[in-house]
C-alpha cells in the first residue's frame, strides 16, 4: 500500500509533533556532568524510554513516571539515587516544544486522513500545545500516561486502515502501515524498508505524500 491509501492516520505525538528530548537531556545534565565518560545523547535517551517502559504503569501520571526513571537511571549509571532530585526533575521536563512543521502538517494532513493523535499528556498539558496546533474534540487522545498511551497506539495499530506515524519503534503485532519520523535523520533521503517508511520530519512526509498522489494523478 501507499501513503495515500490509508483512511486515517494515528500520530504518536511525542517526537511527531512536540520535542521534549531536548528537556530531558537538558534535565539529566546535573548526572551526566557527574560521569567521568557520559553517554551520548542517544544513548541517554535510549537508556530513559527503555526505563520508561520498564518500570511505568497506567496508574502513574507523567510527573511520577519521570521521578522514578530519574532515580533509575542514577542507580544505572552508578550515581547517587536521590528522590528529592528526581522530583525536581521531573518538574522541568514538561510538555515540551512543537516543531515548527506540526502546525502546517496537520492542516495539511486532515485534508486527506481521519486524524487520532495520541499523547501521554493529560488535558491540560497537552491544551497548551493544542492552542497551536488546533484539534478537534474527536482528534486527539490526551491519555495522561505513558502506559495507557501506548495501549491505546497499540489498539489503534491493529487496524489495517490505518497508517501509523511514530518517532518510535511499531507496536508488536502492528497490522497498520507504520511509518517512522526520525529527526536525527535530517539531511538524508527518505527510505523504505521492510515495508516501513522511514522520514526525516513532517515536511519530509508530507513531501512524500505528495509524490504519491502525483503519481496516482499520472
Given at each position: 500500500?501507499?501513503?495515500?491509501?490509508?483512511?486515517?492516520?494515528?500520530?504518536?505525538a511525542h517526537g511527531v509533533l512536540m520535542?521534549?528530548?531536548?528537556?530531558?537531556?537538558?534535565?539529566?545534565?546535573?548526572?551526566?556532568?557527574?560521569?567521568?565518560?557520559?553517554?551520548?545523547p542517544d544513548r541517554v535517551l535510549t537508556?530513559?524510554?527503555?526505563?520508561?517502559?520498564?518500570?511505568?504503569?497506567?496508574?502513574?501520571?507523567?510527573?511520577?513516571?519521570?521521578?522514578?526513571?530519574?532515580?533509575?537511571?542514577?542507580?544505572?549509571?552508578?550515581?547517587?539515587?536521590?528522590?528529592?532530585?528526581?522530583?525536581?526533575?521531573?518538574?522541568?521536563?514538561?510538555?515540551?516544544?512543537?516543531?515548527?512543521?506540526?502546525?502546517?502538517?496537520?492542516?495539511?494532513?486532515?485534508?486527506?486522513?481521519?486524524?487520532?493523535?495520541?499523547?501521554?499528556?493529560?488535558?491540560?498539558?497537552?491544551?497548551?500545545?493544542?492552542?497551536?496546533?488546533?484539534?478537534?474534540?474527536?482528534?486527539?487522545?490526551?491519555?495522561?500516561?505513558?502506559?495507557?498511551?501506548?495501549?491505546?497506539?497499540?489498539?489503534?495499530?491493529?487496524?489495517?486502515?490505518?497508517?501509523?506515524?511514530?518517532?518510535?519503534?511499531?507496536?508488536?503485532?502492528?497490522?497498520?502501515?507504520?511509518?517512522?519520523?526520525?529527526?536525527?535523520?535530517?539531511?538524508?533521503?527518505?527510505?523504505?524498508?521492510?515495508?516501513?517508511?522511514?522520514?526525516?520530519?513532517?515536511?519530509?512526509?508530507?513531501?512524500?505524500h505528495q509524490l504519491a498522489l502525483r503519481?496516482?494523478?499520472?
Amino acid at each position: 500500500m501507499q501513503l495515500t491509501d490509508y483512511p486515517r492516520l494515528c500520530i504518536a505525538a511525542h517526537g511527531v509533533l512536540m520535542d521534549r528530548d531536548t528537556t530531558i537531556i537538558e534535565g539529566l545534565s546535573p548526572l551526566l556532568a557527574q560521569m567521568r565518560d557520559p553517554p551520548t545523547p542517544d544513548r541517554v535517551l535510549t537508556d530513559y524510554f527503555r526505563a520508561l517502559h520498564a518500570l511505568t504503569d497506567a496508574d502513574m501520571n507523567t510527573v511520577s513516571a519521570h521521578c522514578i526513571v530519574y532515580c533509575a537511571l542514577a542507580s544505572q549509571w552508578g550515581l547517587e539515587s536521590d528522590w528529592q532530585a528526581g522530583i525536581a526533575f521531573a518538574g522541568t521536563v514538561d510538555a515540551g516544544t512543537l516543531y515548527e512543521d506540526a502546525p502546517g502538517a496537520i492542516h495539511y494532513l486532515r485534508k486527506f486522513y481521519r486524524l487520532t493523535v495520541v499523547s501521554s499528556l493529560d488535558e491540560r498539558e497537552f491544551a497548551a500545545l493544542d492552542k497551536r496546533i488546533g484539534l478537534a474534540a474527536h482528534e486527539r487522545l490526551a491519555s495522561g500516561s505513558f502506559v495507557a498511551a501506548r495501549a491505546a497506539i497499540h489498539d489503534i495499530a491493529a487496524d489495517p486502515d490505518v497508517l501509523l506515524l511514530s518517532a518510535g519503534p511499531a507496536p508488536v503485532s502492528c497490522g497498520a502501515g507504520y511509518c517512522r519520523i526520525d529527526r536525527s535523520r535530517r539531511g538524508t533521503a527518505p527510505a523504505k524498508a521492510d515495508s516501513v517508511w522511514q522520514f526525516a520530519s513532517l515536511s519530509d512526509f508530507i513531501r512524500g505524500h505528495q509524490l504519491a498522489l502525483r503519481r496516482e494523478i499520472l
